[in-house]
């Protein structure tokens, strides 16, 4: 690895683009996506706090995948990113994979990151994740829901 890698948060690369779709609308929606060439390679209801129907799509052999969230009830947050965009589906984070999420989390919280989890946790396909808040930095709002990952066992 590229030790200037190794002094930043260690990001390797995309893991995924999340895309909210209504309720009802996800078989529609992998249907669509399997017509241009995407596969299935997981499937899984996530409750806890996030409580959402995951599909994971991906095109060829690469690592990158786009991940359908479907909310379970009104109260999963992905339910809420729905209404406020008027109750389209559409954009609901970018993902990017870390080698090391610990390393990750205390960087982005040490140069000023607003980072909604209190800690690393568990995220679906056995990964670990936290998220970080659209308003990002005091000076840079990026706009968007971040992921961070890290394959593998929990941490």
């Known amino acids: 690895m590229n030790p200037e890698m190794q002094q930043v948060p260690g990001f390797l690369f995309f893991d995924h683009v999340a895309i909210s779709v209504r309720p009802g609308e996800l078989e529609q929606h992998v249907a ?3 017509t ?3 596969s ?3 499937r899984e209801d996530v409750l806890g706090s996030d409580q959402v129907r995951e599909v994971l799509l991906q095109i060829g052999a690469g690592p990158n995948l786009v991940q359908l969230l479907e909310p379970l009830n009104p109260e999963s947050p992905v339910s809420k990113q ?3 965009n008027g109750g389209r589906g559409g954009l609901a984070h970018v993902a990017l994979r870390v080698a090391d999420i610990q390393k990750a989390f ?7 990151f607003k980072i909604i989890d209190k800690a690393p946790r568990k995220g679906s396909r056995g990964t670990t994740v936290f998220f970080v808040h659209p308003k990002t930095t005091e000076t840079a709002a990026f706009g968007y829901l971040i992921e961070v990952v890290q394959e593998g066992s929990h941490a």
């Not at 205390?106 to 000023?112: A, E, N, S, V």
């Open 106 to 112: 205390d960087y982005l919280k040490q140069h000023g």
């Open 82 to 84: 729905i209404e406020k």
């Open 32 to 34: 669509a996506y399997r």
């Open 40 to 42: 299935e390679v997981h």
């Open 36 to 38: 241009m060439g995407f």
